[in-house]
Every structure is written in C-alpha cells, then in structure tokens.
C-alpha cells in the first residue's frame, strides 16, 4: 500500500512538472510570436504610411495648381514637386521665382504605360521660364507620386520645343520609353543630342544615346562665303520592334551645305501676359543649298536584357 502510495505521488509530481514546462514554453513561443506579429504588423503600417508632402490625389490636382491664379497655390505645389527651373542668366532671381512662381505655360497632361505594369503612369509637360520640364507620375497606394522630374537644356532657338520630349515604343508594344532632346549651340555651331530613357523599379535610366543633327564649319575651306558654308550630320532613328530583340536603326548623312538670306520669324502665344511674341529663328532655319554628299552610313543597336540598354549588333 505504501509502494502503491508513493508511485502516486511521483506521477503527480511528474505531471505537474510536465504541466508547468509546457505553460512555460508555450507562454514564451505566444510572447514571441506576439512580438513577432507586432513588428510585422509595425512594418505594413510604416509601409502604409501615406506621406500628404509626397502623394497627390490625382494629375489633375497638379495640373490645376500649376496653371492656379493664385500664386499661393503655385507656390506650393512647386514646393512640394521640388522643381527648379534652369537658370537662363546669371541675374536669374531665385527669392521672387519661389515666392512668386508664374503660371506653367502649355501644360498638357497625358497617360502612358512607361514600365509594362498594369497601371498607366502619367506625364505631365509645361514650358516655365521658356524652360520645358516633364513630371513623370506613378500611381501608388497613397497616391500619385513623382517618379522623375525631367528638363533638358535647349538653346532659345529651338523655342517653343514642340518636339523636345517624345514617347516612342522601343523595346515592346504597349510600354512607352521616354526620347529627351537636348540641344547647344553658338553662332558658328550647333548640336542637337537626343537621350532614351526607360523607366524601370520607380526610377529613370538612360537606355541609348544619340547625335540627331550637328552643324560645324567646313575644315580646310578659306574662301569668302566660309561663314555660311557648312558641316551639317543629320541622323534618322527608326525603332525596330521584335519579340526575340528589338532594334535601334541610325542612318546617319553627312553633307555640305551653304546658307543664305535673312532669319525668318516665328510668333508664338504666352499665357503669362496674354499676348503674342515674335522673335527671329536660329540661324540653321536660313535658306540652304545642298552642295555635296560626303557620307552615308547606318547603325544598328540592338536591345540587350541583360545590360537593359540598347548596345552595337555584332
């Protein structure tokens, strides 16, 4: 009886203890993963986060603030967009250009698949201080927010850059990259550059590079007509779309060509005085004869996955 006793009591010692370890460990596997699923949880929100300084409700919203009577309202979506336009002179004025921005001239606002996902971003363009400037906006979960601010440096010639930014489909149908023009120049020479972008992970990159059309004077020429006659390389750009690679064509002339007569002139409408301009072409719109054909050559650059850019075929 007393050996029967005693085996009870064992058991019931054993039991208890077996009981308490198991509430033990099971209190301490809960805790962690309560902690667990709070920092989990902690990180979503953080995620979630919207920042009001960063998102937009829609284009639309910044397209009206940009084109507002109120200059308050201008200023602040310029303070939130982080744009500064390009400085023209060295007497450019800063202090007034952030407390009294003026109105975008030629907005335009378009939607455009730019990085094959399902949703469209948008491209919103305008002309500020004669200078053009692109915002390119992605829709996320808190809103649209800006993906790029694009600007390119171009002579008052080209004014008013109707072609400056273009949306060519270049590697597959359906996803638009972005052919940014820039162009330099002075009174004997001119270039214009055209750049490929591709957006991609949220963020811009250069996919291909280009010279369009580049004028310099004629080496070796010494009569007296030297000024007008020239150098001039133009290169024609065709996007070849394929499933397996696509392909980048450049068929690049070189010619000389002699210039003459007067500038002509071009008007052109602004919003920010209600009025209409006129003001003399560059002088590569003179009149021009075609004196000889020094070269033709193409180029093909073929789209590469690996690299994500466009690189010489082989």
């Given at each position: 009886?007393?050996?029967?006793?005693?085996?009870?009591?064992?058991?019931?010692?054993?039991?208890?203890?077996?009981?308490?370890?198991?509430?033990?460990?099971?209190?301490?596997?809960?805790?962690?993963?309560?902690?667990?699923?709070?920092?989990?949880?902690?990180?979503?929100?953080?995620?979630?986060?919207?920042?009001?300084?960063?998102?937009?409700s829609s284009p639309e919203e910044?397209?009206?603030?940009?084109?507002?009577?109120?200059?308050?309202?201008?200023?602040?979506?310029?303070?939130?967009?982080?744009?500064?336009?390009?400085?023209?002179?060295?007497?450019?004025?800063?202090?007034?250009?952030?407390?009294?921005?003026?109105?975008?001239?030629?907005?335009?606002?378009?939607?455009?698949?730019?990085d094959g996902q399902r949703d469209?971003?948008?491209?919103?363009?305008?002309?500020?201080?004669?200078?053009?400037?692109?915002?390119?906006?992605?829709?996320?979960?808190?809103?649209?927010?800006?993906?790029?601010?694009?600007?390119?440096?171009?002579?008052?010639?080209?004014?008013?850059?109707?072609?400056?930014?273009?949306?060519?489909?270049?590697?597959?149908?359906?996803?638009?990259?972005?052919?940014?023009?820039?162009?330099?120049?002075?009174?004997?020479?001119?270039?214009?550059?055209?750049?490929?972008?591709?957006?991609?992970?949220?963020?811009?990159?250069?996919?291909?590079?280009?010279?369009?059309?580049?004028?310099?004077?004629?080496?070796?020429?010494?009569?007296?007509?030297?000024?007008?006659?020239?150098?001039?390389?133009?290169?024609?750009?065709?996007?070849?779309?394929?499933?397996?690679?696509?392909?980048?064509?450049?068929?690049?002339?070189?010619?000389?060509?002699?210039?003459?007569?007067?500038?002509?002139?071009?008007?052109?409408?602004?919003?920010?005085?209600?009025?209409?301009?006129?003001?003399?072409?560059?002088?590569?719109?003179?009149?021009?004869?075609?004196?000889?054909?020094?070269?033709?050559?193409?180029?093909?650059?073929?789209?590469?996955?690996?690299?994500?850019?466009?690189?010489?075929?082989?």
């Open positions: 009886m007393r050996h029967w006793k005693s085996r009870l009591i064992a058991f019931l010692i054993c039991f208890c203890l077996g009981l308490a370890l198991s509430l033990t460990v099971g209190f301490i596997v809960g805790l962690f993963n309560s902690q667990h699923e709070t920092a989990a949880r902690l990180k979503i929100l953080e995620q979630h986060t919207c920042n009001a300084v960063e998102s937009f910044i397209l009206a603030a940009l084109k507002s009577e109120d200059v308050s309202v201008r200023r602040e979506v310029f303070r939130r967009l982080f744009l500064r336009p390009g400085v023209a002179t060295i007497y450019y004025d800063y202090e007034r250009d952030r407390d009294y921005p003026e109105r975008a001239e030629r907005a335009e606002l378009k939607y455009l698949n730019l469209d971003e948008a491209v919103l363009t305008f002309l500020r201080y004669e200078n053009p400037v692109a915002l390119i906006l992605k829709k996320e979960e808190c809103g649209w927010q800006l993906a790029g601010a694009l600007s390119a440096w171009l002579r008052f010639e080209d004014y008013p850059y109707d072609d400056w930014i273009e949306f060519p489909e270049t590697i597959k149908r359906g996803t638009h990259e972005i052919l940014l023009r820039e162009s330099t120049g002075d009174a004997t020479r001119y270039s214009r550059n055209a750049r490929l972008l591709k957006l991609s992970d949220g963020t811009l990159a250069e996919i291909a590079e280009f010279t369009e059309e580049g004028i310099k004077p004629l080496e070796g020429y010494r009569k007296p007509d030297w000024s007008d006659v020239k150098l001039h390389e133009a290169t024609a750009h065709t996007f070849l779309l394929s499933e397996e690679a696509s392909r980048l064509r450049l068929k690049t002339k070189e010619e000389v060509f002699i210039y003459s007569g007067s500038l002509p002139d071009y008007t052109y409408w602004l919003e920010v005085d209600g009025a209409w301009h006129t003001a003399r072409t560059h002088w590569r719109e003179r009149q021009v004869v075609r004196l000889r054909t020094i070269s033709e050559h193409a180029r093909e650059l073929v789209w590469n996955e690996g690299q994500k850019r466009f690189i010489d075929a082989e």
